[in-house]
């Protein structure tokens, strides 16, 4: 289930919607998801606050400007640790934290799991930051030091994380992005680990007859990116869960995962 932590207001949309949507603010949450099932807890991304963005990623004198966009300063929605609180649960419940790649709104609230396995795919963390485009894509490297001293396992290729629960290495928005593939009680659904919305999987019917999504609007490969979108599709159906997805500020549980034999 998303935990919405904070949100970025007034995005410019074309970001996320590759060469689509150019000049459409939207409000993009920042986003938590959570995962149980018996005996196991993890979360997929931790998300950013607004005391963390202030801190550590906008700049002390002015707004930040991100590829070409004046940010307006993140707000918060409800800190990550009183979501697990209404759910009967604790930081230190969390047995795992996957970070589906490293851009500071997927990593920032890393803090409260110091007693958490973190799971990160070895070539993103090896390759970030990237290049001097995104560097406002990044936190700062001392971030990433704690990261690596919190526990940090880096992950080669796709992954089995528990029955019913598998890490995907899915490259093209950043080097080493991961994707989720979680099979419920509701059906198989893919939490997409790449900063993408819903119109990105299920473009319009006449957008659907020149391509079958729409990319991310920042890539480190567009046609690698292209590609994986389209896997994670075909796994995944109606149930791609972009991590942006505008639709998680109002989205509740979905389903339960297996039981393990």
Sequence with gaps: EPMVVAYGPHREKSRFTYMHNAGV???IPYVSWLVRGKDFAALVDVGCSAKEYREH???????????GQV??????????????RERGMKPSDIDVVVLTHLDWDHCMTIEPFSESQ???????????????MFATSYAPPEHYKRIEEMGLTKLDGDYQL???FDLLLTPGHTHGGQSAVIKTSEGT???????VLRENFYPSKEQSEHFKV???GGHTDLFEAYDQMVRLK???????????MTEAFEMGRIGTLPDPD
Excluded at 234 to 244: Q, R, S, Y
Aim: one cysteine or more; hydrophobic letters at 40%.
């Design 118 to 132: 973190i799971l990160v795919q070895r070539q993103e963390w090896e390759k970030t930051p990237s290049h001097e």
């Design 25 to 27: 603010p939207v409000d």
């Design 189 to 195: 659904y893919v939490i997409a680990g790449m900063c």
């Design 71 to 84: 940010f307006a300063d993140v707000e918060d929605v409800k800190p990550i640790e009183s979501h697990l």
């Design 234 to 244: 075909e796994i995944g159906g109606d149930n791609v869960l972009p991590l942006h």
């Design 162 to 164: 528990a029955e019913g």
């Design 57 to 67: 990623i906008r700049p002390i004198d002015r707004e930040l400007i991100h590829v």
């Design 214 to 216: 729409i990319p991310p």
